[in-house]
């Protein structure tokens, strides 16, 4: 049974689209995020809600907006992509301050 | 804001050997330290973690050490495999939030 899990896998779309990532864990878990990670690796949290409640947003271009329909889903809707958004984004979820654990990503390059 | 350092980028190390990987963090009210192995195209997979109220922890041939006092945590894999190739990455947390290292590729030579 797949825990945490994401689509699409991957995703190739045009500067200036609209594009949706989504994430369902089947963990019973009540806390969710979204983290990117860039060409070098490098991973850092964008948000995260806590029984459908924003708790975390750093400092991510409001071109972004997650939405938690239910505890058990975290979507990632992007507007106006730019090239600079090119990443593998990933989804986590934990029970609260627990371990996370992460979805297999989502490949997105903007062309 | 919590601020990781890892150390070293990329490690290579003969199978059979141990590696050693280091991470340094700032803020001192982080009391949660996971370890992350990350493989080729695939999402970081927890491999060990620690609490601030524990110094050590082994599972296997993994252990992870903590030193509050100087804010440093070590990774530690002894018997090296080829299959312990991958990403590494360290974090540290107070609450929900993890902040990673920039992480280490460490490559097991046969």
């Known amino acids: 049974d797949t825990a945490v899990s994401q689509t699409p896998k991957y995703l190739v779309t045009q500067m200036g689209n609209d594009k949706s990532i989504k994430c369902e864990q089947n963990l019973g878990h009540d806390t969710m995020y979204w983290y990117k990670q860039d060409s070098k690796k490098f991973l850092k949290i964008m948000f995260s809600?806590?029984?459908?409640?924003?708790?975390i947003n750093e400092t991510v271009p409001n071109r972004f907006s997650p939405k938690s329909p239910d505890k058990a889903h975290l979507n990632l809707h992007i507007n106006s992509l730019e090239l600079g958004d090119s990443a593998v984004y990933f989804c986590a979820s934990s029970q609260r301050t627990q371990t996370q654990y992460f979805g297999p990503g989502t490949r997105l390059l903007v062309l | 804001g919590e601020n990781v350092e890892q150390h070293p980028s990329t490690l290579s190390v003969q199978e059979g050997d141990s590696a050693v990987i280091k991470c340094t963090y700032s803020d001192s009210a982080s009391n949660y330290f996971p370890w992350y192995k990350q493989e080729l195209g695939k999402g970081p997979q927890l491999i060990i973690d620690i609490r601030s109220n524990v110094g050590e922890k082994k599972d296997q041939r993994i252990a992870v050490t903590l030193n509050k006092t100087a804010k440093h945590f070590s990774l530690h894999i002894t018997e090296t495999q080829p299959e312990d190739s991958a990403v590494y990455f360290c974090?540290?947390?107070?609450?929900?939030?993890?902040?990673f290292g920039t992480g280490t590729r460490l490559t097991i030579i046969p």
């Open positions: 809600y806590n029984n459908k409640e924003l708790i």
């Open positions: 974090a540290a947390s107070e609450n929900e939030k993890l902040t």
